[in-house]
């Protein structure tokens, strides 16, 4: 399975990006999703999650209320959208997708190899 990430960018506080992970090589439709980022020196964090239908999602605190995720499993893509964006948002973000069922907790099987978001104070 591979996960390409897109759409980071630089951004200014306030502002909004849209990104995108492409799957192929896998059942997509069955797999869980989701989105994690890692900032300098910090450990790796789960963002949002999804499960295979999209109808069931996670959200991180620090994210409720300003990004939403979703799926396309015609498209074989997820996506982020990011509102009100902070500068501590500033990370590489990355996407996971896991074939073992739907767990937010869980490190996923596959990952991206990440994309970077700035945001501008």
């Known amino acids: 399975v591979q996960l390409v990430e897109s759409g980071g960018g630089l951004v200014q506080a306030g502002g909004s990006l849209r990104l995108s992970c492409a799957a192929s090589?896998?059942?997509?439709?069955?797999?869980?999703m989701g989105w994690f980022r890692q900032a300098p020196e910090k450990e790796r964090e789960v963002v949002a999650s999804?499960?295979?239908?999209?109808?069931?999602?996670y959200y991180a605190d620090f994210v409720k209320g300003r990004f939403t995720i979703s799926r396309d499993n015609a498209k074989n893509t997820m996506y982020l959208q990011m509102n009100s964006l902070k500068p501590e948002d500033t990370a590489v973000y990355y996407c996971?997708?896991?074939?073992?069922?739907?767990?937010?907790?869980?490190?996923?099987?596959?990952w991206g190899q990440g994309t970077q978001v700035t945001v501008s104070s």
């Open positions: 999804i499960n295979w239908s999209g109808g069931s999602t």
């Open positions: 090589g896998g059942t997509f439709n069955t797999y869980a």
């Open positions: 996971g997708a896991d074939p073992r069922g739907w767990n937010w907790r869980r490190t996923p099987y596959y």
